[in-house]
């Protein structure tokens, strides 16, 4: 709590180091990986994202919606890179890319809302854990404080929990003067909750001082978030949110178009963070997959197994992971969505493990407590 | 953290939208309440100046038709659509209209919350608004937006829960926001027809709209429907649509379609899809539209639509994780009163839980915005844009991008950059004011015994007049009502 003080007081005293980081002391061990989490918010269809091509039923089921082979990067087995990702297929054809095929949380019903809640609080059922898993993780972090941001305004259900985490998103709006936000601080001295919020508020404006990222487009939002990630001193988890996967109707430009944005996000990323992508890992994931048939009006409905995609230079990728469960009908789940067979909780646990080195197990109960007894996933990072 | 709370203070800003300068504080909060069922305004000025459904409709349909003549034209003549002149310009042409209709709905909005006299009742068209939530992603929706509040929402506040989900489910902003007004029974005259001519082009069921009556607006989740019965429903309500939009439209002979106005609700029954439907073991027969009302009527009857509402109500008004005492009082109301929405506030207003001191909800951006203006005495929007202004705080308004509305607990909405910024536009608002309020005194006026010895000294340190009407509008008290 002490530099924490420190600083405010310091900050009050309307002093000209208004934006010096309170962690600057500790400044991070090189080498620090960097692990970011993007959330598809409205169940992305996994199978024209990293299209099954091969498998004999993938035309049938999609007719008119199929990706076309021919315009689309060819992956391991049976699999295609919807052509939307080019940067994507670049990161892929380099080894810094990994999908993962028929995969899922937990849940097993079809509303957005409870999926994203099992997704994002690493419960077994929806509404059982409160916390966020992203938030747990933190808390098996050394350092266990500064260590996680939201790229927006407000903090994600699966940053959500008892670890002080940050949130940050440019504005259009002016900046308080110092004198003012000295004596909001004051004043919110005796609140518990926005004490707490204010503190983490002013280090983290403190750290975006410098960047130049600026607005809310997918290639900014990229740039923004490894303006953070980069910084020795900064958080070395990020969250960023993804909305709009809902493609009931019109798929093939709606998905399109959103496979651009995260595209772009992606490169932006990349390319900001410069040498840090080298230890950086990236796990794009949705709460559910989309029915392996097309619907009657040009798109696909809530379904459940999707595809869940990792990038990053400490990735071990160039890969598909999948125990292909087949699109024939006997083999989808519930005779309509593609059957997971591959539980995103050991991918994701899995994956954070290697990411910070830390033991499996622990990591496993820690973010997926009520989890079944699956083994986190092995050997998808580098050593 | 606790803060204390009077009575008047409560009714002013739980149940209210905030007091003004010049309110007195309500001598008897409880019927200062329910005397607003008497002057709510369900078409206030600011709404009355607004487009109709209709009218947006037509404009909006006519300038998509415009753009693609303009394209096909283009096309014929072998040039490129997307560099066509005229193309590009009803492109422009149609933004323009939709930004332009989308920001004077939601400043029509906010002028309704600055006038009205029922502060109360326009809290709740935004509740109800929230739980029957459009997103505007879907440039059809952000044309609709705020005629749906005006038009399905608004005149049902004070009605019966059953006729708002009616009116719901049928105004074109629900139709088209969740992919209703395409939805083709696979098995009706129309599907039939193309099946025949063209089978890869077949139009078949999309069970979005069903889905989210029964998850959203109704019953709830897990509350023990199926994929089946989602499904079915789904069947059922195919044939709802929207005049001028959509499959079905046309027809030939006995089977052709009158032309319904463009932009309102059209039954089709070229695309319904024919038979009876059985619907969480229930049987429904109805022929037609009939079919998918009968089982409305039933969804919003059910104990478990009543659990849902109660929960939701209590949630907003009383607090994050709202007592079961409470909930089930509101349950019992609504149930034996047949879903009656003044009987459903009544009871609120009656429990005690709703009045126990201590802030319990941190309020919304849109909240904290509408409470804000009203503190600082503004009664109209003037030259402010209000739809920007909300979206830098987090909270774009006919927007949550997802059906399921706004999150209604503080969690989502108390985050380092949402407070940053609402400090940011705090100032901004005291700005303008200059020195034409007196924080000190103000703060009485709008939190009646309820400012904290913190705040007070906060704003009695204050160096100026802005200074310290910024600090009155980001006090704990303020920010949480």
């Not at chain 1, 909780?345 to 990411?355: C, N, P, Q, R, S």
């Not at chain 2, 999309?206 to 989740?221: F, P, Q, S």
Request: aromatic residues 8%; without cysteine.
């Amino acid at each position: 709590m002490l530099p924490r003080r420190q600083f405010l007081q310091f900050a009050a005293a309307g002093a000209g180091a208004m934006w010096v980081h309170p962690q600057m002391a500790l400044a991070a061990v090189p080498g620090d990986r960097r692990f970011v989490f993007i959330i598809q918010r409205g169940a992305a269809d996994g199978l024209n994202i990293v299209a099954p091509v091969g498998d004999p039923d993938y035309v049938r089921l999609r007719g008119a919606l199929a990706i076309d082979p021919a315009t689309a990067m060819k992956l391991d087995g049976p699999f295609a890179l919807h052509p939307a990702l080019a940067e994507a297929g670049r990161m892929y054809a380099q080894g810094q890319a990994l999908f993962v095929h028929a995969t899922a949380s937990p849940y097993r019903d079809r509303s957005h809302f409870d999926g994203q809640n099992v997704l994002e609080t690493g419960g077994v059922t929806p509404y059982e854990v409160r916390d966020g898993w992203l938030n747990r993780l933190v808390s098996l972090m050394p350092r266990n404080r500064d260590e996680a941001i939201a790229l927006a305004p407000t903090v994600p259900p699966a940053l959500r929990g008892k670890a002080d985490v940050s949130s940050f998103a440019p504005t259009a709006l002016p900046q308080p003067s110092d004198e003012l936000m000295a004596r909001v601080g004051r004043m919110y001295q005796s609140d518990t909750q926005l004490d707490a919020l204010w503190n983490q508020a002013m280090a983290t404006r403190g750290m975006a001082a410098g960047s130049e990222a600026k607005g809310q487009n997918p290639a900014e939002l990229g740039k923004l978030a490894a303006s953070f990630l980069s910084k020795p001193d900064g958080p070395r988890i990020a969250m960023l949110e993804t909305g709009g996967w809902d493609t009931h109707t019109a798929q093939a430009f709606r998905l399109t178009a959103q496979l651009k944005a995260l595209d772009a996000t992606l490169a932006a990323l990349r390319d900001g963070l410069g040498p840090v992508w080298n230890q950086t890992v990236v796990v794009v994931a949705t709460e559910f997959g989309r029915t392996a048939a097309a619907n009657g009006t040009g798109g696909t409905d809530h379904g459940t197994g999707s595809a869940a995609m990792i990038f990053g230079g400490a990735v071990k990728g160039g890969r598909v992971i999948a125990d292909w469960p087949g699109l024939s009908q006997a083999n989808l789940y519930e005779a309509r969505d593609l059957k997971p067979t591959t539980s995103l909780d050991a991918v994701i646990a899995g994956l954070t493990a290697e990411t910070f080195a830390l033991d499996p197990a622990r990591v496993r109960t820690t973010l997926f407590p009520g989890a079944p007894a699956s083994r986190p996933l092995e050997g998808l990072i580098r050593a | 953290m606790s803060l204390t709370q009077s009575p008047a203070a409560i009714a002013l800003n739980r149940f209210g939208l905030g007091a003004r300068p010049d309110d007195k504080p309500p001598a008897d909060p409880k019927r200062w309440l329910t005397g607003q069922f008497d002057r709510y305004d369900v078409r206030p000025a600011a709404y009355a100046a607004l487009p109709d459904a209709g009218k947006a409709a037509q404009d909006y349909f006519q300038a998509l038709r415009q753009r693609l003549t303009a394209r096909k034209d283009a096309k014929a003549e072998g040039m490129d659509p997307k560099q066509d002149a005229e193309a590009k310009q009803a492109r422009q042409m149609i933004f323009l209209q939709t930004r332009d209709g989308y920001r004077a709905g939601v400043n029509a909005r906010m002028a309704a919350a600055l006038g009205t006299e029922a502060p109360f009742v326009e809290r709740l068209t935004h509740f109800w608004a929230n739980h029957f939530a459009i997103s505007t992603e879907k440039p059809q929706v952000a044309v609709f937006a705020a005629t749906y509040e005006a038009e399905a929402i608004r005149p049902h506040v004070l009605g019966k829960f059953e006729d708002m989900l009616v009116a719901v489910e049928r105004h074109p902003a629900m139709l088209f926001y969740l992919d209703q007004f395409r939805s083709v029974g696979p098995d009706s005259r129309a599907a039939q027809f193309v099946a025949q001519r063209r089978p890869d082009k077949t139009p078949g069921l999309n069970e979005n709209l069903a889905r989210e009556i029964m998850e959203l607006h109704t019953l709830g989740v897990r509350t023990g429907y199926s994929q089946a019965d989602v499904t079915e429903f789904a069947r059922a309500l195919t044939g709802w649509s929207v005049g001028g939009q959509g499959p079905g439209g046309g027809g030939r002979g006995r089977f052709a379609m009158q032309q319904a106005e463009p932009g309102q609700f059209q039954y089709r029954p070229n695309i319904h899809e024919p038979g009876a439907r059985t619907i969480i073991g229930k049987r429904y027969d109805q022929e037609g539209e009939d079919q998918a009302r009968a089982v409305l009527h039933d969804l919003a009857t059910a104990p478990a639509t009543a659990r849902h509402i109660s929960t939701k109500l209590a949630r907003h008004f009383v607090s994050d994780d709202p007592p079961k005492a409470l909930v089930d009082r509101l349950a019992a109301a609504f149930q034996s009163s047949g879903g009656d929405l003044p009987t459903l506030y009544r009871t609120l207003i009656d429990s005690p839980e709703a009045w126990a001191p201590g802030a319990g909800k941190f309020k919304t951006p849109w909240d904290w915005s509408v409470s804000a203006l009203r503190g600082l005495g503004r009664r109209d929007v003037g030259e402010m844009d209000i739809a920007p202004m909300v979206t830098q705080l987090g909270q774009p308004v006919w927007k949550p991008g997802s059906p399921a509305g706004y999150d209604d607990i503080a969690a989502s909405w108390a985050a380092p950059d949402a407070l940053m910024r609402r400090v940011e536009l705090a100032q901004r608002f005291a700005a303008n004011m200059g020195d034409r309020a007196d924080a000190r005194a103000l703060a009485g006026v709008l939190l009646p015994g309820s400012v904290s010895p913190a705040t007070t000294t906060a704003l009695a340190q204050a160096d100026n007049a802005p200074s310290a009407l910024a600090l009155l509008l980001v006090s704990p008290e303020f920010q949480r009502r």
